[in-house]
């Protein structure tokens, strides 16, 4: 039987939670249900991908899970407080803890240059100095290889270092949980190893109370991931299923997970 | 019993006409439901939020009242005085030939500063700033910007309408006080250059009679008004859902209707106001 401690050490390793969930299309106001009887639980310092064709509900199933579109149905917890039940304090007190993605052009804010578009969350915030932005700006231009561009409009960049400025920007924060929209969707091969190789790094080396930064990724397929994910799930037909670790997932033989392990076109 | 399938041919157009009739009502009840709520929401977050994260959303209050209020000034300037020109100078010297140069305060009271001086500014306001707003928003939210503001825990209402409102509300009362010292002061010239018996004392001592202190506060409530009503049009059709390139033009043409039936509405309330105040 599990102990009152245990069952507490338990939930509070739970970073989200969905039970039961209808997943809502992010992007259509009459709120159709693309996804049912989502079960998932993110425990902290997990690093999930979950694979699927374009167009199944990936991104909505992300943002419902970062609380940032509302669910149809179900209970979705995050950081042990249920979505539906929360005030507005509460859900500005998630973003604080959550970053999230984009995809492709990262939906940066067109009318701020790329180090204005980093800052602001900082700066909205209004919980550190003007010097101590600055200099978490310029860290994170470094990291991200955008120094020469801090003064640049985003139009003036490329998709590959849009999309990297949007990885900047959500870091900026001192987050507790990272979801990236398709990542890889857009990049050249250069670019997606750089991508896959900052964000090994950032899972090994971002620590959150002594755990590895939880990273939430969604792909088109699992190439790549593999050597660096350790849970893995898909979309398929409007359902979610979580298929397990790598081993899980080098040995499935389903269609659906093998399609997203061939590298064959 | 009659049904809609076997009505004759001119029942059946009546139908569908009053069924439009009936659905178009339903959609403007809809809206200005819709609208109404986008205001009030709007004005919690200004008084609840008005000092939060001043760093960033004072700023651009500031750039819009550059925007919809200073970048104005010289048209406005130029509106001022056509129409002081046209308007107060004829007024001026009509009433003068009549003998009725006792009136002209009351006149100019009643045309410059309770009705055209506020809703010209407002139309001019609706017509660089309203419209801008709502294709900009209208990019703004295409963009997926505002889904992007919300995953950072940045309230949209106060980062791009609160500004905005704020912006719009204080230019068009300043514009409009600016307008009407530009139209009389016009008029008088244009009195003066067709010899007008009337001295400039004389002229700005008959506006001094004619004005109440009503005047100040009405002028004041309805020009803050008229920038509000641009303000939360513009910007709830420019939010309200992403829009298509298409749909751009439509909708900013309807938000330009919509402000501009709120201004007349508006003005028949004050009208009642001055009436029976």
Same mark, same amino acid.
């Given at each position: 039987?599990?102990? !009152? ?25 009459? !709120? ?57 304090? !509460? ?175 | ?277």
């Amino acid at each position: 039987m599990m102990t !009152d401690a245990t069952a507490k050490t338990k939930s509070d390793s739970i970073a989200i939670e969905l039970a039961g969930v209808q997943v809502t299309h992010h992007a259509d106001p009459s !709120d159709a249900v693309v996804m049912r009887d989502v079960n998932w639980r993110i425990g902290a310092g997990e690093f999930w991908v979950v694979g699927g064709r374009p167009s199944s509900g990936k991104t909505s199933l992300l943002l419902t899970a970062a609380g940032l579109n509302r669910p149809a149905g179900g209970t979705l917890r995050i950081f042990g407080q249920d979505f539906s039940s929360a005030k507005e304090r !509460d859900r500005e007190a998630w973003c604080r803890r959550i970053g999230f993605v984009f995809e492709q052009s990262g939906r940066l804010f067109s009318h701020l240059t790329v180090a204005r578009n980093i800052a602001l969350p900082l700066q909205y915030r209004q919980d550190s100095e003007e010097r101590e932005i600055v200099a978490r700006v310029e860290e994170l231009l470094t990291q991200t290889q955008l120094r020469d561009y801090a003064s640049y409009m985003p139009g003036q960049l490329g998709l590959g270092a849009q999309q990297r400025v949007g990885l900047a920007r959500a870091l900026a924060s001192p987050i507790e949980v990272l979801f990236l929209d398709n990542p890889l969707s857009t990049l050249s091969l250069h670019e997606g190893r750089w991508w896959l190789d900052f964000l090994r790094q950032l899972h090994k080396n971002r620590l959150v109370d002594g755990k590895p930064l939880t990273i939430v990724a969604s792909a088109d397929d699992f190439r790549g991931w593999i050597g660096l994910a350790n849970q893995f799930a898909v979309v398929e037909g409007g359902q979610f299923r979580v298929i397990g670790g790598r081993e899980q997932v080098e040995g499935a033989a389903e269609p659906a997970v093998r399609e997203l392990l061939t590298s064959e076109i | 019993m009659k049904t809609t399938s076997n009505l004759t041919g001119e029942d059946a157009g009546t139908v569908l006409r009053v069924e439009r009739l009936g659905a178009q009502i339903f959609d403007t009840i809809q809206l200005l439901k819709e609208l109404v709520a986008f205001g009030v929401i709007t004005l919690g977050v200004t008084i609840t939020k008005f000092n939060v994260s001043k760093r960033v959303v004072h700023p651009l209050i500031f750039s819009q009242i550059w925007n919809a209020g200073v970048r104005l000034l010289p048209m406005i300037g130029f509106i001022g005085a056509i129409f002081g020109l046209l308007i107060v100078g004829q007024t001026v010297g009509l009433l003068t030939k009549l003998g009725a140069e006792g009136y002209i305060g009351m006149v100019m009271v009643t045309v410059i500063v309770r009705e055209l001086g506020p809703l010209l500014t407002a139309l001019i306001v609706l017509a660089r700033a309203g419209t801008s707003n709502v294709v900009e928003l209208g990019t703004i939210r295409a963009l997926g910007e505002v889904e992007a503001l919300e995953s950072l825990g940045i309230d949209p209402v106060h980062y791009l309408v609160m500004p905005r409102v704020i912006a719009l509300s204080l230019s068009v009362f300043c514009l409009a006080t600016y307008l009407v010292f530009i139209a009389i002061g016009s008029g008088y010239i244009f009195a003066f250059i067709q010899d007008v018996p009337l001295t400039f004392g004389n002229y700005l001592g008959q506006l001094n009679n004619a004005l109440r202190w009503e005047d100040f506060a009405l002028f004041a409530l309805k020009t803050t008004l008229f920038g509000a009503i641009i303000a939360v049009v513009s910007c709830y059709h420019g939010l309200a859902r992403p829009l298509r390139v298409e749909e751009v033009s439509r909708v900013t043409a309807r938000a330009v209707v919509e402000s501009v039936t709120a201004f007349v509405l508006l003005d028949a309330v004050f009208l009642l106001g001055y009436l029976f105040g």
